[in-house]
């Protein structure tokens, strides 16, 4: 029996590529807050031939992850878990950012991995996120990532951080490098529990790419390009197809580690290039 691929956040941008890809390996279920972004993402998916199944899903409430899992869980067995939701910068709060980046990760991942016989998890960080170092005190509370008080001793040390470029970048803009990185640490330190179970936690660092959050900055799109190799933003799809592949079982021996999809971006911006 083929088993459900799951993709929170699959109801846009590299989500919604996401679980067209994954259509290879069984039916797939997605979720997202927005019932409507939710009926338009099964039509999109239902037409271009996949086994689609969706249901209501906020990764921040931990009750409705676990409402989520049922229903995936209903329709076959839990296979590979995508946790593609995330909020950015540009529209959300620093409270928000780490509702949803970091406690909604760890919702993701705490709910799922007693669930998971085979697969991999799969969550999507961030580029920004390597623009940023905690400090011991700060890795100190992402390594009790169950604690009630998680989020809220988090978000302590977000907001201290300086905006370091002020009037280009929103103040949120340190919160939500912050939120990816510990998206990064928190995989990482999955390795272990998850390998003992046969299974592989990994990460990918998209840089900027064609979808609906990179719309709200439409006014840096050129400068954006400029910063890589190809002078171009990156397509859900090509995220899509390397996720695919990444998932692939073959790919046995990767695991605990994040794998950078930006076109350059992080090189071109940290170490001199060569003529
Ligand atoms: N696009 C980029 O350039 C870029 C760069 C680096 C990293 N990323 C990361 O890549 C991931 C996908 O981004 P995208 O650009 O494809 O974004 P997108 O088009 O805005 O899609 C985000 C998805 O997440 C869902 N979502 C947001 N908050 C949620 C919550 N609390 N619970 C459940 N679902 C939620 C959204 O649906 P609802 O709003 O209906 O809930 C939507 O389906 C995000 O984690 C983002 O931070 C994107």
């Excluded at 459900?4 to 679980?19: F, K, N, P, R």
């Excluded at 390597?130 to 992402?142: H, I, N």
């Excluded at 709200?216 to 050129?222: I, N, P, S, V």
Aim: hydrophobic fraction near 40%; include cysteine.
């Amino acid at each position: 029996m083929k088993k459900i691929q799951v993709i929170a956040g699959g109801t846009s941008g590299m989500g919604l590529d996401t679980a067209k890809a994954l259509a290879e390996y069984g039916p797939v279920f997605v979720g997202g807050r927005n019932p409507e972004r939710l009926q338009n993402a099964l039509a999109t998916l239902k037409e271009a031939g996949v086994e689609a199944y969706g249901g209501r899903c906020d990764i921040s409430d931990i009750e409705s992850v676990k409402a989520f899992a049922a229903a995936a869980g209903e329709i076959a067995p839990i296979g590979n878990v995508v946790n593609a939701a995330g909020v950015d910068f540009d529209v959300s709060t620093n409270e928000q950012m780490v509702e949803i980046n970091m406690v909604g990760t760890v919702n993701m991942v705490e709910t799922f991995f007693p669930l998971m016989t085979e697969g991999t998890m799969l969550n999507y960080s961030s580029i920004t996120g390597y623009y940023y170092q905690p400090t011991p005190e700060e890795k100190a509370v992402w390594d009790a990532p169950t604690d009630p008080d998680f989020g809220k001793k988090c978000l302590e040390f977000i907001v201290k951080v300086p905006n370091p470029m002020p009037g280009r970048l929103p103040d949120t803009y340190p919160g939500y490098t912050a939120t990816k990185r510990f998206v990064i640490h928190y995989t990482m330190a999955n390795a272990s529990r998850f390998g003992a179970k046969g299974l592989r936690i990994i990460s990918i660092a998209p840089g900027s790419f064609n979808t609906p959050m990179l719309a709200t900055q439409k006014e840096f799109l050129a400068s954006i390009a400029a910063g890589t190799a190809y002078k171009r933003v990156g397509e859900p799809e090509e995220m899509a197809y390397l996720i695919k592949n990444l998932l692939d079982p073959k790919v046995s021996y990767l695991t605990g580690c994040d794998i950078i999809m930006d076109g350059g971006k992080f090189a071109m911006s940290t170490v001199k290039q060569l003529a």
